[in-house]
Structures are given as structure tokens and as C-alpha cells.
């Protein structure tokens, strides 16, 4: 266990259906993450949080909406997928300035979009 | 954007022996990351470096970032079993991680 939790570990849904990952950290980070893993890709950086607020969305479909209501949760709303969205969907936290430790990552969520 | 290249691109390996893995970045390293991921799982925070020249260890596990600050190696010493994964290497950038494209390793008992 890292000190962030994911849920589901597993979600199989279908491209007209709306779902929701959530992450959770009570590490006193006050950074957020999201990534996208795809096979032989690179960690894709979805979306970014600091102190609640997003300050990077890299050009992620609409169909993706994080959602930060406070510091220690994080959410990824799904909605009208498509299958080239299957991935393993990692969230991350830190804490600005304790650069010594790197990122802390969750165990992700496998999504497939059937 | 901070771009990462790792080799090889995967590794597979009789246990006992040693192996390195390199990440090599377009720009100067301020912070240098290595992670070990299995499959299907989230990363684990392996070593950070940040000195020209520096090395640290950790097990059977050293890591070092050239003077020059813009390629770092993974070597592990006698593998086992429980070294296989994916190691992937993260740099900052402009205060957000960038990762490579990641190792595959394989020890075969």
C-alpha cells in the first residue's frame, strides 16, 4: 500500500455508459494527478490539481471531467467512451517542494471500453 | 516538452546476472525519478537524483546521473525473479513528471 487508493481496480463499460474512478490520499499531499497508460506508450499526463484547483489539462477529450472537491480526493468522470480509451488510469499525488520522493501513485484502474 | 528514451526497450535475463538500463533526456536533468511498476500495478518509487555525477543504491539496485545531467543508468547486480517489471524513469518538468517509455525486464529462473 502506497497511500493512494484507486477505485475500481477493474471496470468494463460500454461506450454510451457514464462512470466514475476515484482516487484517495491522506498522505497531506496537496497535488493530484491523473495519467493514462497505454501499451508501449509513455505515462500520458491527463490532468493536474494544486491545492484544489486544475492548473494543467493537456488536451484531454471532454469526455474525460476530473472533479478535486478537496485536497485528499480525486475523481475521473467518464462519459461516452471510446474503445481506443482503454488504459490503465493512474492517479498520482505529491507535495510541492519534497521533490526528494517523486510522485506517490495509486495501483490504478484497468478500464476497458467494449 | 521534456522528452525521455529508455533502452532497451525490454530485457530478458538469466538470474544471476547483471543488467543496466539507460534513460537519456533532450534536456538538462534537474530531477531524475526511477520507478518500478509491475504488471498492472501502480509505480514504486525507486531512487531520486539530482547531482552531476551522483549514484545511489539500494539493494542490489544503483543508479547514476552522468556529469553532464542528461542521461542516467539503472544497473541491478545478480538478478532474481523478483526484479522483473517495468522500470520507467521520470524527470521534472516545469514542475509536472514526464516519464519514459519504460523497460520491460524479464529474469528468467
Known amino acids: 500500500e502506497t497511500g493512494v487508493t484507486q477505485t475500481p481496480r477493474h471496470l468494463v463499460m460500454g461506450m454510451t455508459n457514464k462512470k466514475s474512478l476515484k482516487c484517495e490520499q491522506h498522505l497531506g499531499h496537496n497535488a493530484m494527478y491523473w495519467y493514462k497508460q497505454s501499451a508501449k506508450k509513455p505515462l500520458e499526463l491527463m490532468f493536474v490539481?494544486?491545492?484544489?484547483?486544475?492548473?494543467e489539462n493537456n488536451s484531454v477529450p471532454s469526455r474525460f471531467s476530473p472533479e478535486c472537491p478537496n485536497s485528499s480526493h480525486l475523481f475521473l468522470h467518464l462519459h461516452t467512451l471510446q474503445p481506443e480509451d482503454s488504459a490503465l488510469y493512474l492517479c498520482a499525488s505529491s507535495r510541492p517542494g519534497q521533490i526528494l520522493y517523486g510522485y506517490t501513485f495509486g495501483s490504478g484502474t484497468r478500464l476497458t471500453v467494449v | 516538452s521534456q522528452e525521455l528514451e529508455q533502452s532497451p526497450q525490454s530485457l530478458i535475463v538469466q538470474e544471476g546476472k547483471n543488467l543496466t538500463i539507460n534513460c537519456t533526456s533532450s534536456?538538462?536533468?534537474?530531477?531524475l525519478y526511477w520507478y518500478k511498476q509491475k504488471y498492472g500495478e501502480g509505480l514504486i518509487f525507486l531512487m531520486m537524483?539530482?547531482?552531476?555525477?551522483e549514484e545511489k543504491s539500494h539493494e542490489k539496485i544503483t543508479a547514476k546521473l552522468d556529469e553532464k545531467k542528461q542521461q542516467s543508468s539503472l544497473h541491478i547486480t545478480a538478478s532474481q525473479p523478483s526484479h522483473a517489471g517495468i522500470y520507467l524513469c521520470g524527470a521534472d518538468d516545469n514542475n509536472d513528471m514526464r516519464f519514459g517509455a519504460g523497460t520491460r525486464l524479464t529474469v528468467k529462473p
Open positions: 490539481y494544486s491545492l484544489e484547483e486544475r492548473v
Open positions: 534536456k538538462t536533468l534537474y530531477g
Open positions: 537524483l539530482q547531482k552531476g555525477g
